[in-house]
Nanobody
């Protein structure tokens, strides 16, 4: 099982980034996918999630700015991040999860830095 994130980097406030997470080793289409983020000394927090059926939910702090989507043909989930703020800076992690039976996988993380 692998989740490989890409697309992180340095961006100025107000800018945009698009994160990608490509999955392998499991049946992507039946998993809910999500993006989490973490900063030093803080707990990892949910940013956005998308169910196997395409339903989405977002943290209040990113609603209207971030969009999660998935391409099942490419086993990839995306996070489009617009109007980035310094407080969005974090390591962003991709997560795949399902129930019955439970499975929970994590990527290695990609750094997002928002600074002028």
């Amino acid at each position: 099982v692998q989740l490989v994130e890409s697309g992180g980097g340095l961006v100025q406030p107000g800018g945009s980034l698009r994160l990608s997470c490509t999955a392998s080793g499991f049946t992507f289409t039946i998993y809910a996918m999500a993006w989490y983020r973490q900063t030093p000394g803080k707990q990892r927090e949910l940013v956005a999630a998308i169910s196997s059926g395409g339903n989405t939910n977002y943290a209040d702090s990113v609603k209207g700015r971030f969009t999660i989507s998935r391409d099942n043909a490419k086993n990839t989930v995306f996070l489009q991040m617009n109007s980035l703020k310094p407080e969005d800076a974090a390591v962003y992690y991709c997560n795949a999860k399902k129930l019955h039976p439970t499975a929970d996988y994590w990527g290695q993380g990609t750094q997002v830095t928002v600074s002028s």
